[in-house]
Structures are given as structure tokens and as C-alpha cells.
């Protein structure tokens, strides 16, 4: 069956250390995967987009990387900050039965940045 | 550029009632979705527009669940009768487009939380 799955509910840092989160997919042969970051209350806010054929996108202090052959994606933020708190979410592009792409969201990782 | 609107905000009905929900997208996005969003998970496609008609809605429940797109632009989703498990956060998002090669990122509005009792 088709997965895709965040490698923890929770995750709790110490501020300036590197947030490191874990997108793993079966299945699934995305062209491009997605990450979003949500608050309490409000909907998702799309951070940073990777194709297959790039290894690594990065944007400010968030870095993607996207492994096609382990089927994982990588979310890292450097020098975390407790803004930095927040629901972060996978999201991958895929083939739904129209042939039109979709983009389906794993569960979410909550990350609490503490000071 | 505004965002994209949805409305209500919250709703509280009693199981076995009818409620709709109202999105309108970003000007000129031509996808729209409807996502359910249950407490502590992540959001799961219901249906999605290209235009105004429907690409897909593989995970809709067709039996309670119902969804249009008038004119390519505004969209209603509506739940009739409702069960205690349609419990969530009903969220409305758009892109300017959306495929293989046109991957395009999604506005989400800040969702209408329905609560059955």
C-alpha cells in the first residue's frame, strides 16, 4: 500500500542545534516532494520544493535533500530559534486514477524548539 | 495578493445535519482542493478541481460528501448527513497549476472547524 510516513509525532531540540526531519514514502514515485509548516489553528504555509533531480534545495537556514533510491527526504533547519516551533509536514506529488498530480500529505512532525 | 478565503470559521451542528463550507482561491489559480484535516493529523485529499471540473475525489464520501466549483472560481464542500467522525478542520487550498513538470506550491485559508456532537 502507498505510505508516506514523518519519523516521529514529536521532536524536542535545544535552540542552535540542527532540526533534522524524516520523510520516508512506499510507492510512491513522486516527481517533486514538498515541505510545509503549520501553526496552531492556521492552514499550512509552503516552505521549500525539490524534483527528483535535485539532490538538495536550501533556503535561508532550511536545506531539503531528496533520495529517490532510499524513497526519503530530508528536512533540516540550522541555527533553530524558538519560532522555529511549529507542525511540519511532507508533501509528495502523485498520479491519482484522472493521470492529473495530487499532493498528498504525510502526518506531520511537531517540532518545539526549547531556549 | 490576498489569500484564499473560507468561511465559516467554526461551526458546532448535531450528528445527522447538513453543513457547507465556502472557499474562494486566489485569483487566477486554476487547482483548487478541498483537504480534511483530523486533530493531530496530517490533511487528506477529498477532492480537487482543475478549472471547474473534478480531477479527482478518489477519498471523498460520495454518499454524505458533495462538491462544485462554480465557474472555475469559488467552491462550496458540503456534508449531509453528518456523523460524529466527520469531526475536523476542512481546509481549502489553490495553486496556479499543478503536474508533473508544473509543480506549483499550494495557499491554504485557515480552514473551518466543524465540530458534530
Known amino acids: 500500500s502507498q505510505k508516506i510516513e514523518q519519523n516521529s509525532e514529536a521532536l524536542n531540540i535545544q535552540e542552535g542545534k540542527t532540526a533534522t526531519l524524516t520523510c520516508n514514502y512506499t510507492?510512491?514515485?513522486?516527481?517533486?516532494l514538498q515541505w510545509y509548516r503549520q501553526d496552531p489553528g492556521r492552514g499550512p504555509v509552503f516552505l521549500l520544493l525539490?524534483?527528483?533531480?535535485?539532490k538538495e534545495k536550501r533556503k535561508e537556514r532550511l536545506k531539503v535533500t531528496f533520495d529517490t533510491t532510499l524513497k526519503q527526504s530530508l528536512f533540516h533547519i540550522t541555527a533553530s530559534q524558538p519560532a522555529d516551533s511549529a507542525t511540519y509536514l511532507c508533501?509528495?506529488?502523485?498520479?491519482?486514477?484522472?493521470?492529473?498530480?495530487?499532493?498528498?500529505f504525510g502526518s506531520g512532525t511537531r517540532l518545539s524548539i526549547r531556549p | 495578493e490576498a489569500g484564499v478565503a473560507q468561511s465559516p470559521r467554526y461551526k458546532i451542528i448535531e450528528k445527522r445535519q447538513s453543513v457547507a463550507f465556502w472557499c474562494n482561491p486566489i485569483?487566477?489559480?486554476?487547482?483548487l482542493y478541498w483537504y480534511q484535516q483530523i486533530l493531530g493529523q496530517g490533511p487528506k485529499l477529498l477532492i480537487q478541481f482543475q478549472n471547474n471540473g473534478v480531477v479527482d475525489d478518489s477519498q471523498l464520501p460520495k454518499d454524505r460528501f458533495s462538491a462544485e466549483r462554480l465557474k472555475g472560481v469559488d467552491s462550496t464542500l458540503k456534508i449531509q448527513p453528518a456523523k460524529l467522525e466527520d469531526s475536523a478542520v476542512y481546509l481549502c487550498?489553490?495553486?496556479?497549476?499543478?503536474?508533473?513538470?508544473?509543480?506549483?506550491?499550494?495557499?491554504f485559508g485557515q480552514g473551518t472547524r466543524l465540530t458534530v456532537v
Open positions: 487550498a489553490s495553486s496556479f497549476t499543478l503536474g508533473r513538470q508544473g509543480a506549483a506550491e499550494a495557499f
Open positions: 485569483s487566477g489559480h486554476a487547482t
Open positions: 508533501a509528495l506529488e502523485a498520479v491519482g486514477y484522472s493521470s492529473a498530480s495530487k499532493i498528498i
Open positions: 510507492n510512491y514515485s513522486p516527481a517533486y
Open positions: 525539490i524534483r527528483e533531480n535535485e
